[in-house]
C-alpha cells in the first residue's frame, strides 16, 4: 500500500515537474520570439521615429539585423535542443549587451521602443532560464558581453571622431563668423526631405526665438550632401557642434554657456535625441 502510495506521488511530482517545465520552455520562446520581432521592426521604425534614427548612430551599423538573425537561431535551438547550457549563453549574453545599451540610450535621453521591448524581452527570457548551474555560464556571457560592449564603445568613439571632422570640412567650419560680439550665432543645416529636421525648424526654433530674443542670431543653410541632418554649430567663444537633432535642454545648456562666463566651457561634444 505504501509502495503504491509513494508511486502515486512520484508521478504527481513528475507531472509538476514535466508541466512547469514545458511552461518555462513556452514562454522563453515567446519572449524570444518578442526580440526577434523587435528587432525585424526596427529598419521601419528608425524612418519614421527620430528617437529611433539617433539611436542607431550608436549601433554598430547592420546591428539590428545581426541581432534578428541571432535570435532566429537561439529561437531554433529552443525549439530543436531545449533550454541546453548553450541556448542559455546565448540569452544571458544578449541580456547583458542590452543592459549597457539601454544605459546608453538613458545617458542620451533616447526613447527607443523596439530597443527597450527588447531588451526586457531577453531580459525576462534570462530570468527565466536561469538556474543553479548557469553561474559559470553567465560569468563567461558576461565577459563575452563587456568585450562586445567595449569594442563597440571604441568603435563609436572613432566613428563620431571621424564624422565630425568630414562634416566640420563639408560646411567649412573653419570659415563659418561663429563671434558672440553682439549675438550668439546658431547654423542649422537641414534638408528638405529630412523628418527630424521639419520637426526641430517646427518645434524648436520657435522656442528658442521666443527664449533667447536678439541674443541669438539663427542662419538657416541648406546641409551639403552626405552629412547627417540636422547639424547644428552654436558659435561663441567655443563654438560647438551639435550633430542629429538634440534634446532641448541639451541645446540650451550648450547656448546658456556661450552666454555666461559664470558656467565651465564645454569642448566639442556630440547630442543626440529629442
Known amino acids: 500500500m505504501s509502495g503504491v502510495m509513494l508511486d502515486r506521488q512520484e508521478n504527481e511530482n513528475y507531472f509538476v515537474q514535466s508541466t512547469g517545465s514545458r511552461n518555462r520552455h513556452y514562454v522563453i520562446l515567446a519572449l524570444i520570439a518578442i526580440a526577434a520581432l523587435s528587432a525585424a521592426s526596427y529598419p ?6 527620430a528617437q529611433c534614427s539617433n539611436a542607431s548612430e550608436h549601433l554598430i551599423p547592420g546591428a539590428d539585423k545581426v541581432g534578428l538573425l541571432f535570435y532566429l537561431a537561439v529561437l531554433a535551438s529552443v525549439v530543436r535542443f531545449n533550454i541546453n547550457k548553450y541556448v542559455q549563453a546565448g540569452i544571458f549574453l544578449a541580456a547583458g549587451v542590452h543592459v549597457v545599451l539601454i544605459a546608453k540610450l538613458v545617458t542620451l535621453h533616447l526613447l527607443c521602443v523596439p530597443c527597450i521591448v527588447c531588451a526586457v524581452a531577453v531580459a525576462l527570457a534570462s530570468l527565466i ?9 553567465v560569468a563567461c556571457a558576461s565577459v563575452g558581453a563587456l568585450a562586445v560592449v567595449s569594442s563597440t564603445f571604441v568603435y563609436n568613439k572613432i566613428k563620431v571622431g571621424e564624422e565630425n571632422k568630414r562634416i566640420k570640412a563639408a560646411i567649412h567650419f573653419n570659415d563659418l563668423d561663429l563671434s558672440a560680439a553682439k549675438s550668439i550665432p546658431i547654423y542649422i543645416y537641414k534638408d528638405s526631405d ?5 520637426e526641430f525648424m517646427d518645434l524648436y526654433v520657435p522656442r528658442l526665438v521666443s527664449k533667447y530674443g536678439e541674443k541669438i542670431a539663427i542662419h538657416v543653410e541648406d546641409a551639403p550632401s552626405l552629412i547627417p541632418t540636422p547639424t547644428i554649430v552654436v558659435g561663441g567663444d567655443n563654438p560647438q557642434l551639435i550633430v542629429h537633432r538634440p534634446e532641448w535642454f541639451v541645446l540650451t545648456d550648450v547656448i546658456d554657456q556661450r552666454s555666461s562666463l559664470t558656467k565651465p566651457k564645454v569642448a566639442e561634444t556630440r547630442a543626440n535625441g529629442f
Do not use: D, Q
Open 194 to 198: 529630412c523628418h527630424s529636421c521639419k
Open 44 to 49: 521601419f521604425l528608425s524612418k519614421i521615429c
Open 129 to 137: 532560464a536561469m538556474n543553479r548551474e548557469s553561474r559559470f555560464v
